[in-house]
């Protein structure tokens, strides 16, 4: 069972950047994807970003263009570097490891990014 730690979160302006990081304590290359996922107050969580073992990516319609996952396999983290945030972008952002054999999903405890002037 992988431990999921999120960090660098924080207070921003708008059109600010932000690099968020999740350290993950074993391997993530076994997993069938990395991912980032968000909880705006008052609604649900959904998928930010993710990445697949083949380095492959996808992201979330209204982050494309302005938000890149990637990942270190050494250090087994995954990152999501943030730019011209906009208030929308406030949330818990929490990092997620997908083991999709055996039907779990293993979460952070997230991280809060605040977007506002």
């Known amino acids: 069972q992988v431990q999921l730690e999120e960090s660098g979160g924080g207070l921003v302006q708008p059109g600010e950047s932000l690099r968020l990081s999740c350290a993950a304590s074993?391997?993530?290359?076994?997993?069938?994807?990395m991912s980032w996922y968000r909880q705006p107050p008052r609604t649900h969580r959904e998928l930010v970003a993710s990445?697949?073992?083949?380095?492959?990516?996808n992201y979330a319609d209204d982050v494309r263009g302005r938000f890149t996952i990637s990942k270190d396999i050494v250090q087994n983290k995954i990152y999501l570097q943030m730019t011209n945030l906009t208030p929308e972008d406030t949330a818990v952002y929490y990092c997620?490891?997908?083991?999709?054999?055996?039907?779990?999903?293993?979460w952070g405890n997230g991280t809060p990014v605040t977007v506002s002037a």
């Open positions: 074993g391997s993530i290359v076994t997993y069938d994807a």
């Open positions: 997620n490891a997908l083991d999709y054999d055996n039907y779990i999903n293993y």
């Open positions: 990445i697949f073992p083949n380095d492959g990516t």
